[in-house]
């Protein structure tokens, strides 16, 4: 009986020594991994590095790392620092401004996990989880009323709709709207909520983008599983033009023309057509004039797509699964859409530099599913366009689409 006492205590006296051993290891681990973090505070890590030597030897690869060049991303440092700076504690140092925006800027260019960020930035994946979603919040509201401006006036909705006939020779347009979703790894508890037709967990972004691929519009967050009508029925633009309270100009003669036609928005088959929206005619048993038509209304659509696309390729966060639940996949493509107008905004040729690059795998929304037989009154619209470019809005190189 003794002997199986002192053989309880052997075992408990091992046991307990086995588990303090372990904790001293997990200690020093801690330990070790608090250290080799605090290294970043040495100057060491990728932030530092482009900070101390990108910024001030190499201008395109630091525009390369963070996907805009150094005095836009200085002006965009000050527009928001304020909101974004961190005071120190007793305890450690705060994260400055400088390091908060740029590591965000690199995660929204790379889609890199939070996890592999730390390793390059020497930043706990915690802090980054911390850091990102705010710094993106602030980002859109610090320029959403610059950027993201809708217009306001006739006069301004004349602009939009003169660069379009500029460009792309489709007048009386007022921006080309379309839809993308936006992947993610849904939580365990949203069932099928995100599950769209694609078999993938998304969000919606439909937008509305200017001859010059800017967002006039954007609603963003919708779940994937709703039905494409569903989006736009939705959206605050299409209760605003049901409503009539978006200060569109009156209806006018097309160019040269004697045919009188309302201004309209240019879409592809997943919108319903109407006297304000344009889309192609059915594509069987096209005749030609049909043909043309769509060929010319697709040149002026497609600056939306191009308009992803860009954005896309600048902030290819957007091309990936982003590992984050709705609230903050719908806060990052926030950001993102209206940093792509701050750049356009202030770089001319930003757009031009992105789109030899578009990736096409983008989350486009599918055809609509039901809905009401158009009007008449939108069918005689389309017809009106249609033979418009036909006659005194012919242009000679629109004839190729036939052959």
Known sequence: ????????????????FLLIQTSKKKRQRSMWSRAWLQKRQEGRGVLSMVETELKDSDSEKYRQ??????????????????????????????????YRLALTLRFLASGESYRSLMFSTRIHESTISIIVPEVCQVIYNKLKD?????????NEWQQVANAFENLWQFPMCLGAIDGKHINFRAPRSSGSYYYNYKGQ???????????????????????????????????????????????????????????????VFV??????????????????NLSNDKRIFNYRLSRARRVIE??????????????????LGPDKVETITLACCVLHNFLISKNSSYA????????????????????????????????????????????????KCLT
Do not use: H
């Not at 991303?73 to 705060?94: A, G, V």
């Not at 610059?146 to 006739?154: D, H």
């Not at 879409?267 to 069987?284: H, Q, T, V």
């Open 267 to 284: 879409c592809d088959d997943a919108f319903p057509l109407s006297e304000r929206i344009m889309k192609p005619y059915p594509s069987r």
């Open 201 to 263: 967990f998304s969000i919606v972004l439909m937008a509305v983008a200017n001859a010059e691929y800017k967002f006039l519009y954007i609603n963003v967050g919708v779940n994937g599983r709703m039905s494409d009508g569903g989006v736009f029925r939705e959206s605050s633009l299409k209760k605003a033009m049901e409503r009539n309270l978006l200060n569109f100009p009156p209806d006018q003669n097309l160019p040269r023309s004697n045919s009188g036609v309302p201004y």
């Open 65 to 98: 790392f963070l996907r805009m060049c150094e005095p836009q991303f200085d002006e965009l440092l000050e527009l928001i620092r304020e909101d974004i700076t961190k005071r120190d504690t007793i305890l450690r140092k705060s994260i400055s401004a400088e």
């Open 306 to 323: 191009n308009a992803f696309g860009i954005m896309s390729n600048r902030f290819r966060v957007l091309l990936s699964t982003i590992n």
């Open 1 to 16: 009986m003794m002997d199986k006492k002192i053989l309880l205590l052997s075992a408990a006296s091992i046991a307990t």
């Open 146 to 154: 610059e950027y993201m401006k809708m217009p306001q006036t006739v």
């Open 352 to 399: 031009e530099s992105e789109t030899e690059s578009i990736n096409p795998r983008l989350n486009n929304l599918n055809q609509l599913q039901g809905g009401n037989r158009p009007a008449e009154m939108a069918l005689s619209v389309r017809d009106k366009f249609k033979n418009y470019f036909m006659n005194e809005g012919s242009v000679p190189w629109q004839n």
